[in-house]
């Protein structure tokens, strides 16, 4: 490792005094204008990390569903999947570091970690739409050939469209071809494949209308749409011709405002779906005739693919075992539906991807998807096996089922959460079972809930366990909640400390909203008075 290079590199890309930040899980996000300093790291940490794993490893330059000004950086490990935690650590140290300190700091890193520096690095990179992704992608590049890393920039990438390259590139194509083609044929010949299956009446019009956010998702879609025309119309709203990147639209503002975005026009029950900034979320929506909104959001969406995949291994005769993985923020009427009517069984983890997608894995097939529409689904190598075996022993109605749950597998980014990906299961699954967006909404009816925040001194006052469903400090906060709870039918409630700020998030749920605002509001004024909330107490109504 040629220190004296790394010195000289790191003085042009200079970090700003003062400025202490923490790899979380979604890597480093900030205004751009701060970045530049850890994007030349981040590409030193990444050749470093490649040289480790003797893989290829991934930079996403992106902030996702933050607004356009922001921008972040994330890496991606061998098998698509997010960083180890351990190297979470060293990113953080890394982006730290005084310019003085660099080379004792990369020095500890490959001695922590037992890198081989002969070893030969290779990074992918892909950013995403904002006009400050470039110039950044630039200085992670500068950070990766520093120490005599190779490397390739995809340019212009969804964030789960790098995840699957990198995933290709170290299965040597096993998983797909490592290019934005190979990715558009995989997906769009499962699908094809998958709907052939589809009753269509002839007069069926299959058509979809997504807001892009104005980002990457509307670029990559209408590339790609070419390979499934014939099956599927899907509308481009928020192209990014005209609007801001995630400014009144996309995924999050959808699911947060629980209205349709701008620049959208919704006929009643017309089908339509959002994408986030850098297309790993996906909401669904309509307007009823009545002119009222419907959200249709990653429970739902986990309830639809997983009551489809439990159907088709009845069909089969198979007994893999599937899971539904969800956070506390799951609505109680999907775990309810999910456990009592389709006799899948559900587990609990802490909120975050990170989370979800490790319990996944105990699976032969897991399901994950965060309420905000995050997720996707795991087939295990041994699930994947039996299945493919299956679709050319078994026969008729069998076998059929079996192609379709092999369609499935190809189908899904099983590297990561991709809006492109489950819209395309999503719409195969509609057209297979022929429900329109109603009767998909109608299976079960989501609990009224609420969601607060309070300002405290210290969020590390509040500590949780049982999957952040309980508190265990500060005293007497738990048996505070346990009893308002009491006091309203179908209700539940739970606080967790927020992982970046002070404050307490707050969440509700019960048989009305009148209900779910009420206990939202008792449970604020309980964590305000016992786990230190400052400025002004909760208010009713807010």
Known sequence: MDLDAVTKHSALH??????????????????????????FRMGLLAALRSKQTKSTIGVMVTASHNPEEDNGVKLVDPLGEMLAPSWEEHATCLANAEEEDMQSVLMDISEKAAVDLQQDA???????????????????????????????????????????????????????KATIEGYYQKLSKAFVELTKQAFCTGDEDRSLKVDCANGIGALKLREMEHYFSQELSVQLFNDGTKGKLNHLCGADFVKSHQKPPQGMEMKSNERCCSFDGDADRIVYYYHDADGHFHLIDGDKIATLISSFLKELLLEIGESLNIGVVQTAYANGSSTRYLKEVMKVPVYCTKTGVKHLHHKAQEFDIGVYFEANGHGTVLFSKAAEKKIRELAKELEDKKRKA???????????????????????????????????????????????????????????????????????TPPGLQEAINDLVKKYKLSRAFVRPSGTEDIVRVYAEADSQESADSLAYEVSVAVFQLAGGVGESPKPGL
């Open 14 to 39: 200079a970090k700003p005094n003062g400025l202490i930040l923490q790899y979380g899980t979604a890597g480093f996000r900030m205004k751009a204008e701060h970045l530049d300093h850890v994007m």
């Open 122 to 176: 290779f990074v992918v990179i892909g950013r995403d739409t904002r006009p400050s992704s470039q110039k950044l992608s630039q200085s992670v590049i500068d950070g990766v050939t520093v120490l005599g890393g190779q490397f390739h920039d995809y340019g212009l990438l969804t964030t789960p469209q790098l995840h699957y390259m990198v995933y290709c590139r170290n299965t040597n194509g096993q998983y797909g």
């Open 402 to 472: 079996a192609e379709m749950l092999e369609n499935v597998i190809d189908l899904f980014n099983q590297a990561a959460g991709d809006a492109i990906s489950d819209m395309l299961v999503i719409e195969a699954i509609l057209a297979l079972k022929g429900l329109t967006v109603q009767q998909w909404d109608a299976l079960y009816t989501d609990l009224p809930n609420r969601q607060l925040k309070v300002k405290v001194a210290d969020r590390q006052l509040i500590s949780t366990t049982d999957a952040e469903r309980q508190a265990v």
